[in-house]
């Protein structure tokens, strides 16, 4: 009885092993292996001296096809940088996340964060080609965000760290809808990009932060094309897990200023929001000036209408005159190229003249009631 159980039993395990082990493979599914991420951010290291030894993107580094866990973004409207098109890219370590902090607050950011914005042309002549000319990573260490510029070569095939931390003029001639124009664009020095990205959030002596402008949710509220979806921000931020679910739905949210189906006060507060009010608000860098430009800032006596400028320019006895553009100390910074006189001063040689446009269009609509 013994060996007749042990023969049944190893005809069992041998029809069993049999068909386990089937040429078959309809019966076989393997474990799929977890993607992981190559992006490299070793604070320890960084900034390394190439932008491709982060990894921030597969295939050709000019494509900007973001890799595995790079996210990209793009806030309601744009800071004008003499009609240069931007890429902008999030990247966090793996289980962080950024938390809220208001709408009009930058977003809290774990130690780690890449933020990633690459400026370039299309249409550059003669041969109307796209021409990147700057990436701009800001690196959060543990002794707060870091500023570092990669320079483009000619071929397009690297970008290279500005060691020397004081920029570079690069000519560029472009076809902008048609219309030729061309400029020197001024790639900017350490110290430039830390005038507008800075903060004193308790108007204290040397109380300066270095923080990201754009990264808010009042800008990120609004959809965004993703190639598989089209989705919100920050609702996509959140799937992914790079916000924190407890996020308000609810938020005081920005425009795109070229929208012509938003109402022209939100359009114009929009613009000069992401132009203007990173320096014209509580603790920024033009703090001691008492104009607020920020986009929550509803009152149109500190927004600048009927306010006496701090420094007085001819023909502009209001920072904006209600109903009269021309006598408006802003389209008369707006409208300038000189350095003592041009706002924003820091970011551009040209003058916008689509956004100038439509600051005065709202200034002319206004009573006009200044005394």
């Not at 009885?1 to 023969?7: C, D």
């Not at 990669?150 to 690069?170: K, R």
Request: proline fraction near 6%; hydrophobic fraction near 30%; charge should be negative.
């Amino acid at each position: 009885m013994i060996k007749k159980y042990y023969l049944i039993l190893g005809l069992m395990v041998s029809f069993v092993t049999l068909f386990s082990c089937s040429d078959d493979d309809t019966n076989y599914s393997e474990i799929p292996t977890p993607e992981v991420s190559p992006v490299s951010v070793n604070l320890a290291l960084v900034p390394y001296s190439k932008l491709s030894e982060y990894h921030f993107f597969e295939g050709l580094l000019k494509n900007q096809s973001p890799s595995l866990n790079v996210l990209p973004y793009a806030p309601a409207s744009s800071l004008f940088s003499d009609y240069a098109h931007k890429k902008r890219f999030v990247w966090m370590p793996k289980n962080t996340k950024a938390t809220y902090n208001g709408d009009d607050n930058t977003l809290e950011f774990p130690i780690g964060t890449a933020l990633i914005k690459t400026f370039y042309y299309d249409n550059v002549l003669p041969n109307h080609t796209q021409k990147i000319i700057e990436t701009r990573l800001l690196i959060r260490k543990s002794d707060g965000w870091k500023a570092y510029n990669y320079i483009w070569n000619e071929d397009q095939t690297e970008a290279n760290l500005d060691n020397n931390q004081q920029g570079i003029s690069v000519p560029i001639e472009w076809s902008e809808n048609g219309v030729t124009k061309n400029t020197t664009y001024k790639i900017p020095s350490q110290n430039e990009c830390i005038t507008c990205h800075k903060i004193n959030p308790n108007q204290i002596e040397h109380g300066e932060i270095t923080i990201p402008i754009g990264v808010k949710p009042q800008n990120l509220n609004l959809a965004y094309n993703y190639g598989d979806e089209t989705k919100n921000q920050l609702e996509k931020w959140k799937s992914v897990g790079y916000l924190d679910a407890s996020t308000p739905t609810s938020i005081n949210a920005t425009v795109n200023w070229e929208n012509t189906n938003e109402t022209l006060e939100k359009r114009v507060r929009s613009y000069i929001d992401i132009n203007c009010g990173h320096c014209h608000r509580t603790g920024g860098h033009c703090d001691y000036v008492s104009i607020r430009l920020n986009y929550s800032n509803t009152d149109l006596n500190t927004f600048g209408v009927c306010m006496t400028p701090l420094f007085s320019i001819p023909n502009g006895p209001f920072v904006i005159n209600a109903g009269n553009a021309d006598q408006s100390e802003m389209i008369q910074r707006m409208s300038s190229t000189e350095e003592s006189l041009m706002m924003p001063y820091i970011g551009r040689t040209l003058v916008h003249e689509e956004g100038l446009d439509l600051i005065q269009t709202w200034i002319n609509s206004l009573p006009p009631d200044c005394h």
